[in-house]
């Protein structure tokens, strides 16, 4: 890394103008990758800087030559290191001129770009054979910095590993700088065929295949070795003898068990990838092949349409490890990292389909181990007319004459695609080679939805249905297949998503039932009336539960009480008129009557003698209703600042959100009127103990008839302006006037309610601002509001277990029968004829245009490992959906004989019968899910189940479910008996893999599932 310091050095200018020069030079210079820069010592740059700046280039404080000595440990003569080495190549001197370990910038060394440090040079010469320190900027994850302190790397031929040389290279080199040091260093004849390894242990080396890559990217690091191996006369290479390539060769007493029942590790997101390495693994031709290590006499690193074998190899360590017998769990990183590197769709850690990853490694495998290795041009002909046989031959020997590897000889068949034109009738026959079958599912045009009914009737327990709707219907046809269950018209539902205690979404009734799941909680709420409209009489209100916590959190900069949603959340139509705090505390709590119980007469009373201090805190409230304590004591409960404070459940507890305080009269006797209310007046106030439990019941919080009263929307909403109860609420409550004349002498205070209201956002959380100037909701949207629970309260009237009951309806009894269709019903889809779609035309040679022709596949012939890929992701113009549908698949003589044209069996062909040897399978939809597999071991005739790191015995019964997604056949002329004997049940696992979709957990990163907390009564 060094640069020549035999630069001669040229009069220097001015001093004002080396000043200049090489200050513009270190303010203009931005650190780029790939560029170099120079470290000076510390010292001798101030100096120079002095120097310059004194003006007098006869000033004692002249610097000399560039003198970087203190930067080094030790330095040896010229004669030594010529001595030691005849090889004058710059990265081999820092051997002599060690840097110090742990130098600082700006206080050891000074960084200056390579066009100042050329005219310091030329200026003042270096000493001599001292090196100049060159270092690269290299681009490290994060940042870009000067690389001070480069890699130290050893050298060595693989022919003589005793013989190391230790050399310095920068992490922004490439490895085919490494190569040409190498190839001069040890004299390696021009033009001979190498390769380069990298170990960083004894028993661990890994190839550097592209030298094109930085050092950094290649991972190498200081104290690594770098060995170089060159081909044999014979073509092979050195290290294919087993000397120094052993893979983490573990101890004689290490784990040794049933060779290829090995986990292979999440990476994150990678379940995709190991449900199709899985399957792979466990199908025994392709996995002996790569046991026997024969891929390497057959990698081709020239073919342009591979990897340059790196797939292949990457793939072969990961089998050899799996079937070694000494792993639990395998870690595919390396594995990953190279398909993420040929594919790009692959990198990162997002989820994917392991049948596109499955394709991709049978194509990558397939031109790595292509024994072709220069691809001729070959014209493909067309049928006309001759016989079918003629032409598939024909048809074969062309593939096989451009692919010849074990992919085409283990699961390549071919097809016979016949196109007839509309327009002439043109028959057009090919064959064409395949990889797997990709065969379609019939598609059902209805859907099974099950949600729960709420009904308007308060001490009605919610209700589960299960629906048949149309797929792609709208969310008016579930309301309407409710409707004919319940008799509730379908204009009087309204549709909501719950999730997490709160409304993830209401629907329209015009909306797409595509944009519920399956696994949503949907709610259908009836209404008192049809369809509310905007402007209308009345309005649809969202109605959260909350809890307050005992303690106020005074880390938000308030000291404000917390809240947390619990509970379902309802939907009511509340006609505007009725808008009011105290008409909307009655209307909930008589809508929440079943499960919430109304205090009796002696847990209402409270006793007299409140002192001014509570009655004082009580006057300032305007966030509150009424205090939610409830003594069980019966002592007179002070009234605390939490009801001054009903926020969100994120605790920013707004304190400006005002509330109403309904009144009563001081005496029925004596009204005052509002403007003439007394302080004592606004007090809310509550009768003593003459007053009944049915005067509670009834006329708590009561709603003012006349057209004072206090409304949400109205200006005057927590003002405390009390009104005179008009003759009409006396008679709605007659228990009231039974008493009026007991009133008359009674001393009044503070009656309780069970809980505040509030008004809150979508989240169910309060905003700053909400409420202000009187307004709590703005009529033009959806108004959420909710109701704030005090923990004692809610202990003592809120019934937890009756809440979370639900009953189900008949037709949740009745087994839902999930679609299911044979296998051979797919296969027959498949074969069926299609006309083209108009992306898709056919060019006719005979009408000289592309033509929407009908098409026809056929099975000409079978591979011996057969790939069947079940379409259960379906995508169309208007849809996007997965299909849950059961194919019932055999796992044993899965018979295609009355399929295939080219009949076997009767003139030495192969027979047409397969048995079930893997199945990777796919749980969860569209959006998120999780990748398990099912697979057979060759050697004991064991079924197992992989789930990523976690492998368990798997039962034959369980295979077949609607998880199921890709599906591997092995011809039986071709599999080979078992050589151990089954593992005994006493030895299988405690706990079998589940064959329940929903008892099956996503990937963390991939999505979650939410779950509705209720009780079947």
Known sequence: MAASTSAAVTEPPGLETQRKEIESLLQGHELRAGDTWYLVERRWYEQWKEYVETGDQNSSSFPGQIDNTDLFEEIETHQTRQHSSSLQLSNFELDSYHLKERLVENEDFVLVPAEAWHKLLSWYGMVDDQPALARKVVDLPSTVKVEVYPVEIFLCLHSNMENVVKAHFSRADHIYTIQKVMMKQFEVVEGAETRLWMKSSDTSCERLRNIHITVLDSCLSSGMTVIMEMRNADGTWPSSRPQIMRNSVEDQDSYRGQPGVCGLTNLGNTCFMNSALQCLSNTPPLTEYFLRSAYLEELNFTNPLGMKGEIAEAYADVVKQMWSGRHYSVVPRIFKTKVGHFASQFLGYQQHDSQELLSF??????????????????????????????????????????????????????????????????????????????????????????????SLDPVAKPVQHRLVVPKAGKVFDLCSALSEMTNVPANQMVVADVFNHRFYKIYHADESLSCILDRDDIFVYELSSGSVEEDGDEVVLALYLRERSHYR??????????????????????????????????????????????????????????????????????????????????????????????????????????????????????????????????????????????????????????????????????????????????????????????????EFRRRKLLFTIQAVNSNGTTERGMGEDGSAFSFSSQPYVAIDWDPDMKKKYYNENEAEKYVKHQSMEVPHQQTTVQLQECIELFTTVETLEEENPWYCPTCKKHQLATKKLDLWSLPEVLIIHLKRFSYTKYSREKLDIIVDFPLRHLDFSGFLLKKAGTNGEPPSRYDLIAVSNHYGGLRDGHYTSYAWNKDNGQWYYFDDSKVTYAKEEQIVTNAAYLLFYHRQDKIRQPTLPAPSDSSSPPSQPANDVTSLKYDAMEGTTSCVNMETD
């Open 553 to 746: 959190d005074y880390g938000s900069g308030s000291s404000s009480y917390g809240t947390s949603l619990f509970g379902h959340p309802l939907l009511m139509a509340v006609p505007r008129g009725q808008c009011t705090r105290d008409a909307l505390y009655h209307l909930f709590l008589q809508r929440l009557e079943r499960y919430v119980r109304p205090p009796d007469l002696s847990e209402e009373v409270e006793e007299e003698g409140e002192d001014d201090d509570d009655e004082e805190l009580y006057k300032t409230q305007t966030n509150g209703v009424s205090d939610g304590d409830c003594e069980d004591d019966g002592e007179r409960p002070r009234t605390s600042e939490r009801d001054n404070h009903c926020d969100g459940g994120h605790g920013d507890g707004q304190a400006d959100v005002p509330a109403v305080t309904q009144t009563w009269p001081e005496s029925a006797q004596n009204p005052k009127s509002a403007g003439q209310a007394s302080a004592e007046d606004q007090d809310s106030i509550e009768l003593r103990a003459g007053c009944s439990t049915d005067d509670i019941a009834s006329a708590s919080y009561r709603a003012s008839a006349d057209a004072s009263s206090t409304s949400l929307t109205d200006s005057q909403q927590g003002s405390g302006c009390q009104q005179q109860p008009s003759k009409t609420e006396s008679d709605c409550c007659p228990q009231v006037n039974e008493r009026q004349a007991k009133r008359k002498g009674c």
């Open 361 to 454: 490694l049978l194509d990558g495998l397939h031109e790595d181990l292509n024994r072709v290795k220069n691809k001729e041009y070959i014209e493909l002909k067309d049928a006309n007319g001759r016989p079918d046989q003629e032409v598939a031959e024909e048809a074969w020997r062309n593939h096989r004459r451009r692919n010849d590897s074990v992919i085409v000889d283990t699961f390549h068949g071919l097809f016979k695609s016949t196109l007839v034109c509309p327009e002439c009738c043109k028959v057009s026959v090919t064959f064409d080679p395949f990889c797997y079958l990709s065969v379609p599912l019939p598609v059902s045009k209805d859907r099974v939805m099950e949600i729960f009914f709420v």
